[in-house]
């Protein structure tokens, strides 16, 4: 029962970050969106900020099987990149809770030191997948493509947080692609 119950409050937290749109929720809140006990809640996880960091490496457990998924079957460097990208808009990562429990992490992550280091080994990975298939196809500039493409990716998130202006997964998969399709123009470009 414990990691079933576990799961349970880890989606809650979710849930309840989606619903208020911000940290500003409480054990007590999420133990009833659970249905289980606030007690039981705090048995397991000790409180709040630990419910969170929960969510945030389920969260990245997720996101590594889906992107791993997306990288098995495609052919190629760019190809690989298209993946790596498509796999952070699938339509499990780019919904309400989960964008919105992103935007709180971040906000954690300028107070607490776990979420901070979370948040570094997420930027890492992604850096490091990025720059993997980027080098072969635009050189020594692999790493500054990569950032740009990151923080694109972040940009779009945020902007779907903050408007949630109907953009889709797909949609803003298609703009990160399109960037980096005229990154690798540029780089087709100077040779």
């Known amino acids: 029962m414990e990691p079933l119950r576990r799961a349970t409050l880890v989606e809650a937290t979710m849930a309840e970050i ?3 749109g911000s940290l500003d929720i409480t054990v007590s809140q999420i133990a009833k969106r659970a249905g289980v006990s606030s007690a039981l809640a705090h048995h397991y996880f000790g409180g709040k900020e630990t419910l969170i960091l929960a969510a945030m ?3 990245l457990t ?5 992107v791993r998924q997306a990288l098995s079957p495609a052919n190629g460097h760019r190809d690989r990149l298209r993946a790596i990208v498509c796999a952070g808009f699938s339509k499990d990562h780019f919904r309400r809770d989960t964008i919105a429990t992103w ?3 971040y906000v954690l992550a300028q107070r607490s030191d776990e979420a901070l280091r979370l948040l570094s080994v997420y930027h890492k990975r992604l850096h490091s997948n990025l720059v993997h298939d980027l080098r072969p196809l635009v050189g020594p500039r692999a790493g500054d493509v990569a950032r740009r493409l990151a923080g694109l990716i972040d940009g779009l998130y945020l902007h779907h947080a903050l408007r949630n202006d109907g953009t889709t ?5 298609a703009q ?3 960037a980096l399709e005229n990154e690798l123009s540029k780089a087709n470009e100077n040779g």
């Open 57 to 59: 490496r389920q969260l």
């Open 18 to 20: 989606g619903r208020a």
């Open 62 to 66: 997720d996101y590594g099987v889906e």
């Open 169 to 173: 997964g797909p949609q803003a998969a």
């Open 176 to 178: 990160v692609c399109a």
């Open 103 to 105: 935007l709180n992490f």
